[in-house]
């Protein structure tokens, strides 16, 4: 018996009679799931079995006896007039001789072939789909079936006689063997060896096809065609994964943890979802974990787990415009010109002088902050114009320029002298937008991103926090991937609240963790100084001594009294930031000297202290130009 992987393409077609065959088959288009796979010279059949995979024979990828991408160019025609589309993976079951070939492209109008509900009878007749030789032709464009009879074969196979003579041919090798029943076609084995009776080119007089089972693999293929992938994000991660065929109508449960086997149990579930994609929220920052989906199909049992996929968070930033992980500084001129440079860092310095990545944004005396509002890795502007008016811009970034003009994301949102603040509240990866009234009602107020605008208004989530003149800040202080608020009372009492955020509204009042930090005029800051996922405080004394210090975070506190971290830094007038800006996971604190200078310093954390300061940028953010990152609430 012999394997009928390949079909000769650069044979002369035969042109007689009209062509009946899978040897002495009918011609058909009947089973829009057939597809036919070329590669160099060879030809073999398959079956659509999901919107981006065709399962076949493993002999149609010799070259891959391990799978992975197709050693030869393999293209697959899925249907009549057909979708055209490149394999790019394989997946092999050696075991069985299966493969299952992975599409560049949705294959989403030709209905994928539904697996078995049920078992198979013996003798029960089945149908045999293929794109082979037929009877007379070499190269038929058009799949050609008949029915078989079925007895159990060898382990995994299965024997099949023809109708009428009829057998498989060369080209027909991956070509699905369905049962039809009851309006179903439903997908059994996938044809394999044959003596190839009857069909062109042929004098053997013995009969038979052998096929490889399938219905025993069903929760294989179904865990195998999910594929999923995962993207790291702040404080989130992604999972996307290939859907099952429609009309399965599957709910997909998606499985998480930090065990790279990712057990599918109760402990490790995180959710169920009808979509192909599933946002796990609130992950520590640099966080690394793995997810398997499993498919539950409305017919059918359970797939497989699908292979488990892992991916990396990043740590909280405001101000890495690139996406590159380190963070980056800006400064807007504001005034009537409303121009904003930016100075991407490299790990070691800011690069570029005047480079222009926005020529009006944030005019007159409006407050520019930055943000990832759309959760794509790269930190945006937005601005609030306060006043009456109370409008919010955002300009989103591509990585090299912060893209239009004018797009509103809220209409009304911190009036008058509120203070206006950015945070990711509920953890899903979009940095959403808060308000502190301060004065004697204190109330905050959040709007959150959808990715395309701030939805919401008049949300309270506290309704008492940061009054009269405090200093409110943001920061993830617990580590639970959800951006909470801090305030500082300054004066002589130097405490320090903070409101924990449940994704839906700021937790506690005159909860203290700390009471000797950040007095008068000092300016107080936030980051993840040592690396930890919990976003810890820092306070820069400037003035003459231009000491900074740090209070670490332990989720329920800041530990630390006066614990020096730097004894010379931001001195003066000069304005602080925070930012990651070597990109090692630990935040660093950076000073603009403004004025006619326009020097910018940064020291690095080494995790228990800033190191020696030194020049990243000799001529950024002159005179009253209000720089980003930086730690002071307005200027």
């Known amino acids: 018996m012999t394997v009928v992987s390949a079909a000769l393409l650069t044979a002369a077609a035969v042109s007689a009679a009209p062509a009946s065959a899978v040897s002495n088959g009918a011609g058909t288009d009947a089973y829009p799931f057939a597809a036919k796979l070329t590669a160099d010279g060879r030809a073999c059949s398959g079956a659509l079995v999901s919107p981006v995979f065709v399962l ?5 990828f010799p070259e891959n006896p ?5 050693a030869k160019a393999t293209t697959a025609l899925v249907g009549r007039p057909g979708r055209t589309a490149q394999v790019t993976n394989v997946v092999v079951r050696a075991d069985r001789g299966l493969a299952l070939a992975r599409l560049n492209t949705s294959v989403t109008d030709v209905p994928a072939v539904a697996l078995p509900a049920s078992s198979l009878v013996a003798g029960e007749p089945l149908r045999l789909v293929g794109y082979g030789r037929t009877s007379a032709e070499w190269v038929p464009d058009q799949p050609h079936s008949a029915v078989f009879t079925s007895a159990a074969g060898a382990a995994g196979t299965l024997s099949l006689t023809g109708a009428n ?12 063997v369905v049962r039809e029943a009851g309006g179903v076609t439903e997908l059994f084995a996938v044809a394999g060896a044959s003596w190839q009776h009857g069909c062109v080119g042929e004098t053997e007089t013995r009969q038979g096809t052998t096929a490889q089972r399938v219905d025993d693999l069903i929760s294989w293929i179904r865990g195998q065609v999910l594929a ?3 993207k790291g994000g702040n404080h989130s991660v992604t999972v996307s994964w290939s859907p099952l065929r429609l009309a399965d109508q599957a709910t997909y449960t998606v499985y998480g943890g930090t065990d790279p086997q990712v057990p599918t149990d109760a402990a490790h579930l995180l959710g169920q979802t009808t979509a192909t994609s599933y946002v ?3 992950v520590p920052s640099k966080q690394t974990w793995y997810y398997r989906v499993v498919a539950r199909p409305f017919r059918g049992s359970s797939g497989d787990p699908s292979a488990p996929v892992a991916a990396t968070t990043t740590a909280r930033s405001v101000s890495d415009f690139t996406g590159d992980g380190k963070d980056d500084i800006a400064t807007f001129t504001r005034g009537t010109a409303g121009d904003v440079f930016v100075a991407g860092s490299d790990g070691t310095k800011f690069d570029g002088t005047s480079v ?6 944030s005019i007159g005396s409006e407050i520019p902050l ?10 945006d502007v937005a601005t609030f114009a306060r006043g009456t008016g109370a409008d919010v811009y955002v300009a989103l970034s591509d990585g090299g320029k912060f893209t239009g003009n004018g797009v509103l994301w809220h209409d009304y949102f911190a009036p008058n002298n509120e203070i206006p603040a950015v945070g990711d509240f509920n953890g899903d990866g979009k940095d959403d937008i808060a308000t502190f009234t301060r004065g004697a009602a204190a109330d905050v107020y959040v709007a959150l991103s959808d990715g395309t605008k701030f939805v919401g208004n008049e949300l309270k989530w506290h309704d008492y926090f940061a009054p009269n003149d405090e200093t409110p800040t943001i920061g993830d202080f617990n580590g639970d991937g959800k951006d909470d608020i801090a305030t500082f009372t300054r004066g002589t009492t130097g405490d320090v609240y903070v409101a924990l955020s449940d994704g839906t509204k700021f937790v506690g009042n005159e909860v203290k963790w700390h009471d000797d930090f950040a007095y008068n005029a000092e300016i107080p800051a936030v980051g993840d100084f040592n690396g930890d996922g919990k976003d810890d405080i820092a306070v820069f004394a400037r003035g003459t001594g231009a000491d900074v210090y740090v209070a670490l975070s332990d989720g329920s506190r800041f530990t630390g009294s006066g614990v020096l ?7 003066g007038d000069e304005i602080p930031g925070v930012g990651d800006f070597d990109g090692d996971g630990k935040d660093d604190i950076a000073t603009f000297t403004r004025g006619a200078a326009g020097d910018v310093y940064v020291s690095l954390s080494t995790g228990t202290k800033f190191a020696t300061s030194s020049a990243w940028h000799g001529n950024f953010a002159f005179n009253s130009e209000v720089p980003v990152p930086r730690a002071t609430t307005i200027l």
């Open 56 to 60: 076949t024979a493993a002999s149609c």
């Open 66 to 70: 391990q799978g992975g991408a197709p």
């Open 165 to 176: 003579g009829a057998d498989a041919c060369k080209g027909d090798a991956g070509g699905p």
């Open 228 to 230: 999923p992938t995962a």
């Open 280 to 282: 796990h929220t609130s």
């Open 356 to 361: 222009l990545w926005h020529d009006r944004f």
């Open 370 to 379: 930055s943000g990832d509002f759309d959760g794509d890795g790269k930190a």
């Open 565 to 571: 971290w730097h004894d010379y830094f931001a001195y």
